[in-house]
């Protein structure tokens, strides 16, 4: 379980109500930056942590979030207006060029350090300003936790989940950095999309599946029941 949490707590919940044995190894520590918010027509959301990042503050304006979950998250941080793209970029991108005009002002792009720069290159590109913020760092774990180690070095994980491609990129890392890179041999590794997938790249997984849509249903779906290939669920 590489995603950070408290997103990780949340997945493990229904990976263990799946029959598995969840071990968690977030590959991220969030943490939210209380930058101020300038003016803008419309409050763009790319991830659940970005909504969490605005709990409390959320300003009075039209949220358009990347997905149903960003925006369930939004509306339980506080926002009130929401529309809610189909789960990527290029459809929140659409979503904003369907519901806002750039002659109506700027638009408000949130997102972690490193995060969403392609989403305010096509924006700009359909005529709009994008006032992008920095509300949370995403700083790299600095090791795989204690029961990952056990369980990867004892050949006891089927498979891994990878939310995003910095996730994969840093566990990656941080199985080399603990000589565990051969560990991947036995491990199914599960992607959200094609990008992540690619960077899985570099190490030997014993396959490699992507979900059919960017959401954390199509990944628990690849995972499945505990059991239903007839192999016991890792202990």
Do not use: C
Not at 209 to 232: H, I, K, W, Y
Request: proline fraction near 9%; aromatic fraction near 4%.
């Amino acid at each position: 379980m590489t995603r950070p949490e408290p997103g990780a707590a949340e997945t493990a919940i229904r990976v263990a109500a799946l029959g598995w044995h969840p071990v968690l190894a977030p590959a991220l520590v969030l943490e939210p930056r209380p930058v101020p918010l300038p003016a803008a027509q419309a409050l763009l959301l790319t991830s659940r942590a970005a909504a969490r990042a605005l709990a409390g503050r959320f300003p009075d304006l039209p949220v358009l979030a990347v997905g149903e979950a960003t925006a369930a998250e939004a509306r339980r941080a506080g926002a009130t207006r929401l529309h809610a793209a189909t789960g990527d970029a290029r459809s929140l991108a659409d979503l904003a060029t369907t519901v806002l005009e750039p002659r109506e002002g700027p638009l408000l792009l949130v997102a972690g350090r490193g995060y969403a720069l392609d989403l305010a290159e096509i924006l700009r590109w359909r005529g709009f300003r994008v006032r992008r913020r920095v509300v949370y760092d995403a700083h790299p774990a600095r090791h795989l936790p204690e029961e990952a180690l056990l369980a990867l070095r004892a050949g006891k994980i089927g498979s891994a989940l990878f939310f995003s491609p910095r996730s994969a990129e840093v566990t990656l890392s941080l199985m080399r950095d603990a000589g565990l890179a051969a560990a991947a041999t036995t491990v199914e590794a599960l992607a959200l999309s094609a990008r992540v997938a690619t960077t899985l790249r570099g190490l030997p997984w014993r396959a490699v599946r992507v979900a059919s849509d960017l959401n954390q249903n199509a990944l628990l779906a690849l995972l499945g029941p505990a059991g239903q290939t007839g192999e016991p669920p890792p202990s």
